[in-house]
């Protein structure tokens, strides 16, 4: 199983990003989904979790400007940011928690990708 990550870059203060993170491989189900950030210095932290049933969890920092969403049928997970500011740039990484059979699960990491948010 792999998670592949995608939509980085440099972007100004105020503007959007979509992250997208697509799970590939032997896959049964998907439970929880969601992504992470790390800044240099800092511990990574959730920026926002998405259940298989769409219930959604966001980090203070982010709420009312970041989404999160999903495409089961895709194995795809979405973070769309809005009004970007310079302390959102870091590392994100999507993870999943992914059952490869009914009696196997683990979670997965993305291998991140770079968001600057920069004038």
């Known amino acids: 199983v792999q998670l592949q990550a995608s939509g980085g870059g440099l972007v100004q203060p105020g503007g959007s990003l979509r992250l997208s993170c697509a799970a590939s491989?032997?896959?049964?189900?998907?439970?929880?989904m969601g992504w992470y950030r790390q800044a240099p210095g800092k511990q990574r932290e959730l920026v926002a979790a998405i259940t298989r049933n769409f219930g959604t969890n966001y980090a203070d920092s982010v709420k009312g400007r970041f989404t999160v969403s999903r495409d089961n049928a895709k194995d795809t997970v979405y973070l769309q940011m809005n009004s970007l500011k310079p302390e959102d740039t870091a590392v994100y990484f999507c993870?999943?928690?992914?059952?490869?059979?009914?009696?196997?699960?683990?979670?997965?990491w993305g291998q991140g990708t770079q968001v600057t948010v920069s004038s």
């Open positions: 993870n999943a928690d992914i059952n490869s059979s009914r009696y196997y699960s683990r979670t997965y």
């Open positions: 491989g032997t896959i049964f189900s998907i439970n929880n």
